[in-house]
């Protein structure tokens, strides 16, 4: 079993930044894909990025490339994801997730945390 909870999330200006945190419980951190995700009010959860258990391989949506970061500290078993140049459709509530190193790293994920609101005024 793992549980995840997120952080991080706030209020902030068109343009700006925000680091989110996501914090596991559970021996498997380390061996497993970590992911972000992302609801709109109406719309469905997108994926966002993805990092391997290792950290060594990325994976961004279309959407955020370029903006966003994420890396993960196994030590402290922790997943992060750095915003920048944040829009107002960047607005959602962003969930961290926790899967298997196998298959795809853009669905199919086994573990969620409760969310988080990162809302972008303009």
């Known amino acids: 079993q793992v549980q995840l909870v997120e952080s991080g999330g706030g209020l902030v200006q068109a343009g700006g930044s925000l680091r989110l945190s996501c914090a596991a419980s559970?021996?498997?951190?380390?061996?497993?894909?970590m992911g972000w995700f992302r609801q709109a009010p109406g719309k469905e959860r997108d994926f966002v990025a993805a990092?391997?258990?290792?950290?060594?391989?990325?994976y961004y949506a279309n959407s955020v490339k370029g903006r966003s970061t994420i890396s993960r500290d196994n030590a402290k078993n922790t997943v992060y994801l750095q915003m920048n140049v944040l829009k107002s459709e960047d607005t959602a509530v962003y969930y961290c997730?926790?899967?298997?190193?196998?298959?795809?790293?853009?669905?199919?994920?086994?573990?969620w945390g409760q969310g988080t609101q990162v809302t972008v005024s303009s």
């Open positions: 559970g021996r498997t951190f380390s061996s497993s894909v």
């Open positions: 990092i391997s258990a290792g950290g060594s391989s990325t």
């Open positions: 997730a926790a899967k298997s190193s196998t298959g795809t790293v853009y669905s199919q994920y086994d573990y």
